[in-house]
């Protein structure tokens, strides 16, 4: 129903910025609200953040509020997350996340997400 590919994913520097993309295929994602996780190995998936169906709504986790900016072109069926002043802790696989929209609410839980991306690396060295 709906495809998730990211990209966008690298090697960068501490304090260094970086954009994630994730772009849908099959039926539009116009209708879904869009998360962002992130996990490294061993630890659980990490909430970094969601928007709304529109883009007017964000909500971000704790470790990356105010760094981190989510939006989204669903005329070109893609999210984004802008990473700024990045840290060696932000390093991970970055998943997007596809949730229905049932009426505007926001989720950071992982069961809440109906379709998910294959993940992109991203690595900050110190």
């Known amino acids: 129903q709906v495809q998730l590919v990211e990209s966008g994913g690298g090697l960068v520097q501490a304090g260094d910025s970086l954009r994630l993309s994730c772009a849908a295929s099959?039926?539009?994602?116009?209708?879904?609200?869009m998360g962002w996780f992130r996990q490294t190995l061993g630890k659980e998936r990490e909430f970094v953040g969601a928007?709304?169906?529109?883009?007017?709504?964000?909500w971000y986790g704790d470790s990356v509020k105010g760094r981190f900016t989510i939006s989204r072109d669903n005329s070109k069926n893609t999210v984004y997350l802008q990473m700024n002043r990045l840290k060696p802790e932000d390093t991970a696989v970055y998943y997007c996340?596809?949730?229905?929209?049932?009426?505007?609410?926001?989720?950071?839980?992982?069961?809440?997400?109906?379709?998910w991306g294959q993940g992109t690396q991203v690595t900050v060295s110190s």
């Open positions: 099959g039926r539009t994602v116009s209708n879904y609200a």
């Open positions: 996340a596809a949730s229905y929209d049932y009426g505007g609410a926001l989720s950071r839980e992982v069961s809440q997400y109906d379709y």
């Open positions: 928007i709304s169906v529109s883009g007017g709504r964000t």
